[in-house]
């Protein structure tokens, strides 16, 4: 059906959702089957006969009532690694995945699928084998990307630039000269200095190493390590593995507020570790 402003169809989430509008309102519908209706009622509503939850939360519930009693033991959605398992195993995971897939009469994209894979790209990231790192093929895009002039090139750069901000030691004081000019008082049409410069190829070129971040493993302790500047705050979050060999799991930086920057240095120190223990609390 071709999609006007009166009735549309979209797939957001892997569900099908017709949008139409009633007396200028715009409404949403989560779209099934006939025969796969009184299965959805049955998780789309709290109690019988009672009123629709709204589409994010119908999609959630419909996508954790039917999937996730059954398979949290095995998968989990957006994961960032891949527990060791043997061939085995891994068959009858995936047996299991397609059982409940087949008894809710629901279909996977096989082009979209991967099997039996010590690494998959996953979101822009290489995911497996007790580790993951930024997809090469991604972070290509860093090295060849010009110096932005206006501020809508400046905003578009750190965006893109920030998913990857937990491979990057201390990211917000590194680009804090760049985030300044997309401040209200800086004019559209960028004013470049040195300061602007060396920043740009700094993140650039941090952007360019990123390394590899490893699995939390949850029977070792945890290393914290803090520092905080007049203007950012970093932490680092490691492990050491059994030869000794220390192992990042993820960094974390946060910019300070005007009134932040006000304080002494023990309060700033004490701030970091703060909200390092917040970030990391699981």
Avoid at 20 to 32: L, N, R, S, T
Avoid at 240 to 245: G, L, Q, S
């Amino acid at each position: 059906m071709a999609r006007t402003e009166e009735n549309a169809y979209a797939i957001r989430d892997g569900v099908l959702i017709h949008t139409e509008y009633i007396c200028g309102e715009k409404v949403k519908q989560v779209v099934f089957t006939k025969c796969k209706r009184d299965e959805v009622l049955r998780v789309a509503h709290e109690i019988p006969l009672a009123g629709h939850l709204g589409e994010q939360k119908t999609k959630q519930r419909i996508k954790y009532s039917f999937f996730w009693p059954e398979i949290k033991k095995d998968a989990k959605e957006f994961c960032q690694t891949c527990k060791p398992q043997s061939w085995n195993d891994h068959l009858l995971h995936v047996d299991s995945v397609f059982h409940k897939l087949r008894a809710v009469g629901l279909t996977v994209n096989l082009e979209k699928c991967a099997f039996g894979k010590n690494q998959v790209k996953f979101l822009g990231h290489i995911v497996g084998s007790g580790q993951h790192s930024p997809d090469p093929e991604k972070a290509e895009v860093f090295k060849i990307v010009s110096r932005p002039t206006t501020k809508k090139e400046l905003r578009s750069f750190l965006g893109l630039a920030s998913y990857y901000r937990y491979y990057i030691p201390n990211f917000a004081e590194i680009v804090l000269p760049l985030t300044d000019l997309t401040k209200e008082k800086v004019s559209n049409i960028l004013p470049w200095s040195i300061e602007e410069e060396k920043a740009f190829v700094k993140i650039k070129d941090e952007l360019d190493r990123m390394p590899s971040l490893h699995t939390p493993d949850i029977s070792r302790p945890f290393w914290l390590y803090t520092d905080a500047s007049a203007t950012a705050i970093g932490v680092c979050l490691a492990q050491y593995d059994d030869v000794a060999k220390e192992l990042p799991i993820a960094f974390f930086s946060k910019k300070l507020i005007p009134t932040q920057m006000k304080w002494s240095t023990i309060e700033i120190e004490a701030f970091c570790v703060l909200e390092a223990l917040k970030k990391f609390d699981t």
